[in-house]
């Protein structure tokens, strides 16, 4: 792999479960298909309806990412709620090799490991109007169950808390309108057509 400096600049998207980050990536990856990459995490938390294996998430065993930890196989991980969470040096080196902008869909104790690592990245916050429209979304969604929610949004204060310290994050985009959000988030990833 070249040298981080010779890459584009990854662009680290967190924001508390339930602001719009899939969503948002979703069109970025349809209008820029060839520009952006996405760093497949892995997880153990058990698939969504929808979500593919090597796509969304590699899916594997608490047993499979504790081996993978014990290897040193990941830039970052954490866990959130009852899952574990980890980016791995491979899916970052494998967008980088195409050439392509890598993307990061994290949650904040991955924002703090990346920030010591050599990755230059670029740091994007997503946050919603509030917490009870937050808390909506989360339901109208639909993915989770109650107990999954309640501990969703319990970090979700956490995770805004800690976007308030300064110079965390190279901007903050509230999730109102979504067609709003949108430009923004486009002009944070796509800066040269500002
Ligand atoms: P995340 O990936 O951050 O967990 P999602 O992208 O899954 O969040 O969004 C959570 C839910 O909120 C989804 O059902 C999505 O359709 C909805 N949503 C996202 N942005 C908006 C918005 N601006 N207005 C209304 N609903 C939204
Ligand atoms: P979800 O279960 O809703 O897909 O993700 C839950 C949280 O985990 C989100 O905040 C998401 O950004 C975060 N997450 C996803 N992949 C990773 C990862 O590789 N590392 C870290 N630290 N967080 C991740």
Redesign the pocket.
């Known amino acids: 792999m070249a040298p981080t400096t010779q890459l584009p600049r990854p662009i680290i998207v ?1 924001g508390p ?1 339930g602001s719009g ?1 899939s969503t948002l990536l979703k069109r970025l990856f349809e209008a820029y298909p060839d520009r952006f990459g996405f760093s497949v ?1 892995h ?1 153990t ?1 058990s698939p969504r309806l929808g979500e593919e294996d090597g796509i969304a998430y590699n899916f594997v065993t608490k047993e499979a990412f504790r081996k993978l930890v014990d290897e040193h196989s990941f830039i ?3 866990r ?1 709620g009852s899952n574990l ?3 791995s040096v491979g899916a970052v080196k494998s967008v980088a090799e195409k050439g392509r902008t890598c993307i990061l ?3 904040m ?2 924002v703090k490991q990346v920030k010591k690592t050599d990755l230059n990245a670029r740091f994007l916050f997503l946050q919603p109007p509030s917490v009870e429209i937050l808390e909506k979304r989360l339901r109208g969604r639909g993915t989770d169950k109650e107990e999954d929610i309640q501990a969703r949004l319990a970090q979700a204060g956490k995770e805004i808390d800690f976007s308030h310290i300064p110079g965390v994050h190279d901007q903050i985009i509230i999730n109102d309108d979504l067609e709003k959000a949108w430009q923004e988030f486009k002009a944070f990833c796509v800066p040269d057509e500002r």
């Open positions: 967190s479960s980050k995490s997880t938390r970052e991980h954490a959130f969470y980890g980016t869909d994290i949650e104790e991955g």
